[in-house]
């Protein structure tokens, strides 16, 4: 059984900063490619950013130099730094990952950036 165990979604001020952290239930470097997808309300779920086993990155163009994705093998933690945020960053984030060519979802954590 694969779980996702995402936290640190909150209220930022726009330019504010967040990290947001994945905690998987088994060794994420098993998984081909682990990453971030959000859905705003009323909007399709898209892609943040995804890493590979072999660490290379990939970033959505509307979070490009503003957001950091990484991962901690030793403590089976995938994490999402994000700052300067915007209101449109505003959405439920949720980490995912491929292994053996199936999809495994986290339970999401709400961003919201507002003044």
């Known amino acids: 059984q694969v779980q996702f165990v995402e936290s640190g979604g909150g209220l930022v001020q726009p330019g504010g900063s967040l990290r947001l952290s994945c905690a998987a239930s088994?060794?994420?470097?098993?998984?081909?490619?682990i990453g971030w997808y959000r859905q705003a309300p009323g909007k399709q779920r898209e892609l943040v950013a995804t890493?590979?086993?072999?660490?290379?990155?990939n970033y959505a163009d509307s979070v490009k130099g503003r957001f950091t994705i990484a991962r901690d093998n030793a403590k089976n933690t995938m994490y999402l730094q994000m700052v300067s945020l915007k209101p449109e960053d505003t959405a439920v984030y949720y980490c995912r990952g491929v292994l053996q060519l199936r999809l495994y979802w986290g339970q999401g954590t709400q961003v919201t950036v507002s003044s």
């Open positions: 088994r060794s994420i470097s098993s998984f081909s490619s």
């Open positions: 890493i590979t086993s072999g660490g290379s990155t």
